[in-house]
């Protein structure tokens, strides 16, 4: 600062200001400083915030496919807005020079899909506008199966079947309730499952959601007397605490791309399938069929 006022870089009063020169009431101070003077604020971004811990499954210039982990929100709500899956993602892309949130014309990436915070498994997060755009329209046109693994309590009296039922959905309390028969506001499901193994009063079930209502398999499997192993909302408690387990044993462990119609520059994907291996219930249910 002294250094401007001796080279007269600080006027008062459009006239040469002293060190010594005190101001009063009225006076116009006008400084002629170069803009490195000023400290420049740096920039946060909310997703700075995330953890860098990111399960990237399969990765290209359009997609990512990630193996979210059990108790992360895929988007943020009243309970968490920071530490998401999507916020993970960008500060991933941010880091890497790939997404920059200040252009105008750099693409924010975003989720395909979703899951719920207690279930693991595969979710897809687009790069590009154009590959956000057309695995929208192959979700929405059942061009993508989703496979689900989950166990659930009991043995099911089939060994693969088709589930079907009707689901209402309690806004309030994040609930959902499954019937029989239609009824106001209920919208139809349908759930292919396939049984492969089961042991000690369980069964490992696979599942393809022929439609993908919000928490519909736990909802479903419960409905007709086998809730999943872990899950308090619509399981047992009592039956859970058993068992010792906290989270519920569901995952979402494999994804086929089955593209029926173009998919642009997409294409490339057809055919392709995607597996996680390393599921930690389904390690744990081989085990017990192994000690009986």
Same mark, same amino acid.
């Given at each position: 600062m002294y250094k401007y006022i001796r080279l007269k870089r600080i006027k008062v009063?459009?006239?040469?200001?002293?060190?010594?020169?005190?101001?009063?009431?009225?006076?116009?101070v006008d400084m002629y400083i170069n803009d490195e003077f000023f400290e420049k604020s740096e920039t946060r971004y909310d997703f700075m915030g995330a953890s860098k811990s990111l399960n990237i499954v399969y990765e290209d210039d359009n997609i990512m496919l990630l193996n979210k982990k059990a108790g992360l929100l895929s988007h943020?709500?009243?309970?968490e807005y920071v530490d998401t899956l999507i916020g993970r993602v960008k500060r991933c892309l941010y880091e890497r020079g790939d997404y920059d949130p200040d252009d105008e014309t750099s693409f924010t990436p975003a989720l395909v899909n979703r899951i719920d915070r207690n279930t693991s498994g595969i979710v897809i997060a687009a790069k590009t506008a154009p590959a956000l755009r057309i695995l929208n329209q192959k979700m929405k046109d059942r061009e993508l199966h989703k496979y689900y693994?989950? #166990?659930?309590?009991?043995?099911? +009296?089939?060994e693969s079947g088709i589930l079907t039922g009707y689901l209402v959905k309690d806004e309030t309390n994040n609930k959902v309730? #499954?019937?029989?028969?239609?009824? +106001?506001g209920a919208k139809s499901i349908k759930t292919e499952y396939r049984v492969l193994r089961y042991a000690d009063g369980l069964s490992l079930v696979e599942i393809e959601l022929l439609t993908g209502r919000t928490?519909?398999?736990?909802a479903h499997f419960a409905s007709i007397?086998?809730?999943?192993?872990?899950?308090?909302?619509?399981?047992?408690?009592a039956l859970n605490k058993k068992s010792g387990l906290k989270k519920q044993c569901l995952c979402s462990y494999r994804l086929e791309f089955d593209f029926r119609t173009d998919a642009g520059e997409l294409n490339y994907l057809n055919g392709k399938s995607f597996e996680i291996k390393d599921i930690w219930f389904r390690d744990e249910f081989d085990s017990l069929c192994k000690e009986k």
């Open positions: 009063n459009s006239g040469r200001a002293e060190i010594s020169t005190r101001l009063r009431v009225g006076d116009k943020p709500d009243d309970s693994l989950c #166990v659930v309590h009991g043995k099911m +009296e089939k309730f #499954v019937y029989d028969k239609m009824r +106001e928490h519909q398999i736990r007397g086998h809730p999943l192993l872990g899950d308090g909302k619509y399981g047992s408690n």
